[in-house]
T-cell receptor
């Protein structure tokens, strides 16, 4: 079955520290991959996406993610976290043949300590 | 570009009434729209997929008679929650895609429904 796993439900980091949010997927083929951020009561904002090509993807707000086919992973990273990064982060996958329809991970809540 | 707008942003309705949520693509033609539901502190779950001019395809476990979806034009899809009950209270988010333009779908800002 197709699924997305975000192993960390809640992560706390200090402001200025580096961040890595994990995402693993189970899919029959290489899917399209996305990371979204959601602030409380708000909609989704796309941070970055991977369709093909370079496996290191740069996104907005200083985020990047690396697609590792051998590990079925698409981890999100940021070298230095800002207090405004505190939010809920969702990893999602979509089928190349039917993109737009996404399967979401459970989400990771990021808390930033001053 | 690629802006999707949902209306209303939040709505409170009485139990037993129906409420309609609109999802509009403002600057592109949405051949396909998707409706998701998000319970508090949980992830997004796809409810249904609608293609312009066709009946919506519902995910398993979603009551099509309760969640009526209409996608009558290339810029508008509506989700009507019929005979709403408190357990229908949730955050509803739509996304829209022009399949002729590329693989990505774009999300609206969501609608918070509270049934009292």
């Amino acid at each position: 079955a197709q699924s997305v796993t975000q192993p960390d439900i809640h992560i706390t980091v200090s402001e200025g520290a580096s961040l890595e949010l994990r995402c693993n997927y189970s899919y029959g083929a290489t899917p399209y991959l996305f990371w979204y951020v959601q602030s409380p009561g708000q909609g989704l904002q796309l941070l970055l996406k991977y369709f093909s090509g370079d496996t290191l993807v740069q996104g907005i707000k200083g985020f990047e993610a690396e697609f590792k086919r051998s590990q079925s992973s698409f981890n999100l990273r940021k070298p230095s976290v800002h207090w405004s990064d505190a939010a809920e982060y969702f990893c999602a996958v979509g089928a190349p043949s039917n993109t737009g329809k996404l399967i979401f991970g459970q989400g990771t809540t990021l808390q930033v300590k001053p | 570009g690629a802006v999707v707008s949902q209306h209303p942003s939040w709505v409170i309705c009485k139990s037993g009434t129906s409420v309609k949520i609109e999802c509009r693509s403002l600057d592109f033609q949405a051949t396909t729209m998707f409706w998701y539901r998000q319970f508090p502190k949980q992830s997004l779950m796809l409810m249904a997929t609608s293609n312009e001019g066709s009946k919506a395809t519902y995910e398993q476990g979603v009551e099509k008679d309760k969640f009526l979806i209409n996608h009558a034009s290339l810029t508008l899809s509506t989700l009507t929650v019929t005979s709403a009950h408190p357990e229908d209270s949730s955050f509803y988010i739509c996304s829209a895609r022009d399949s002729r333009q590329g693989p990505e779908a774009f999300f609206g800002q969501g609608t918070r429904l509270t049934v009292v």
